[in-house]
């Protein structure tokens, strides 16, 4: 695998057929919390106000993120990072435009209404762990390579518990449930 594989690999992963498919729970990062309610999971991406021992999502990804985000090799790493994922984006404009037709005819299963939902967070999500590689190689934080595993795994990373890390959700247990690809 070259740097440039390393760096390209999770932003690369969205156009994966593993893309939540749930396919390998054993690939989830040791202590990840396993969530299977909806609600609980959108809580914990979402909320501000959190149960005891959780911590805000966005607060975790921004402490991962905020070292190197302005630095040189970020910006050098971000246009290299955003041509391919416009290459990736762009090949999914079908598959997204039939999602918003069957909401339009409100045939819309629970589990494409949640890919339409999160899609494009989780692609953001993505670019950011490949610009985690881009700056820091192998010394990626702990926490953007958790992301990237669960990804891999074929579940959604919706929050961050305290005590014993990242919480992913289990599309399997919404109704339609299928591999996206």
């Not at 690939?27 to 299977?36: N, S, V």
């Not at 190197?68 to 246009?79: D, I, K, L």
């Amino acid at each position: 695998m070259t740097d440039r594989d390393f760096t390209l690999a999770p932003v690369r992963s969205f156009a994966s057929e593993r893309l939540l498919g749930a396919q390998d729970p054993t690939l989830l990062p040791p202590g990840a919390e396993l969530i299977a309610d909806i609600e609980r999971a959108m809580l914990l991406e979402n909320a501000q106000d959190l149960p005891p021992g959780y911590r805000i999502w966005r607060d975790v990804i921004n402490a991962a993120l905020s070292p190197f985000y302005s630095a040189p090799a970020a910006a050098e790493g971000r246009v290299l990072i955003e041509a391919e994922a416009d290459a990736i984006w762009s090949g999914c404009g079908e598959f997204e435009q039939a999602l918003k037709i069957s909401q339009l005819r409100k045939t819309i299963t629970p589990f494409e209404e949640f890919w339409l939902t999160i899609a494009y967070d989780l692609f953001e999500l993505l670019q950011s762990v490949s610009l985690g590689r881009h700056v820091n190689e192998a010394d990626n934080d702990p926490v953007l390579e958790a992301i990237f595993c669960v990804v891999q795994a074929g579940f959604y990373p919706c929050g961050w518990n305290g005590e014993s890390g990242i919480c992913a959700f289990d599309p399997r247990e919404l109704e339609g449930f299928r591999p996206v690809w």
